[in-house]
């Protein structure tokens, strides 16, 4: 079975402008949670999708978006970018999100905000 | 308000010892327990995990144990092995695994 896979893996961006980031779940799954690691912190939990609804959000503000398509693909947005965003986004699946689900985690996407 | 506490940013270990990592909660909510290892350029991976019906579980040489009334769990694992060197994530959630709520990470090093 294919893993987590993230697109891109490495962005450069300048303050103000916008970013989306892609994720592709493992096959079969349907719950994808966006994580944020900074440097030094553990990972921010974002938000997490199950069949194309938002299920849970994390403390961040609205600047920060996402959605979960049909096939359970996820994508998120960042608009204005601030310099702070720069971080690791990593994007994890399970099959239900249930309370004993395993999440398989991505190789994370490295956003630069300049 | 951290909620998922490792107090300690780093460990370093000789092969073949036990190497404990320790991991701090303050939401009696969460019932539900993992530990995640980090390699650089990598995603985390699930190592093991715990019920807070349990107070310890076992897979080969990594053991996690909990303590509820003291909101405490541990990682040991032993013997420790050059490729254990890592970055730890202690995690906890309640009704729904897919918002985990993770500490800082103990970076691990083990010395040959």
């Known amino acids: 079975k294919a893993g987590v896979t993230q697109t891109p893996r490495y962005l450069i961006k300048t303050r103000g402008q916008q970013v989306t980031l892609s994720c592709s779940p493992i096959s079969g799954h349907r719950s994808v949670s966006w994580y944020q690691q900074t440097p030094g912190q553990g990972l921010q939990f974002l938000f997490e999708?199950?069949?194309?609804?938002?299920?849970n959000k994390g403390n961040f503000p609205g600047r920060f978006s996402g959605r979960q398509f049909s096939n359970s693909r996820s994508e998120m947005n960042v608009s204005t970018l601030e310099l702070g965003d720069s971080a690791l986004y990593l994007c994890?699946?399970?099959?239900?999100?249930?309370?004993?689900?395993?999440?398989?985690f991505g190789p994370g996407t490295r956003l630069t905000v300049l | 308000d951290q909620q998922v506490k490792q107090n300690s940013p780093s460990l370093s270990v000789q092969e073949g010892r036990i190497s404990i990592l320790n991991c701090d909660y303050t939401?009696?909510?969460?019932?539900?327990f993992l530990w995640y290892k980090k390699y650089p350029a990598e995603g985390p991976t699930f190592l093991i995990s715990i019920s807070s019906i349990k107070d310890k579980n076992e897979d080969g040489r990594f053991t996690v144990f909990l303590n509820k009334s003291a909101k405490h769990l541990s990682l040991h694992i032993v013997p420790s092995q050059p490729g254990d060197s890592a970055v730890y994530f202690c995690a906890a959630s309640g009704t729904n695994a897919g918002k985990s709520t993770f500490g800082d990470g103990t970076t691990l090093t083990v010395k040959p």
């Open positions: 994890a699946s399970s099959s239900s999100g249930g309370p004993t689900d395993t999440q398989y």
């Open positions: 939401n009696s909510m969460f019932d539900y």
């Open positions: 999708y199950f069949s194309e609804t938002q299920r």
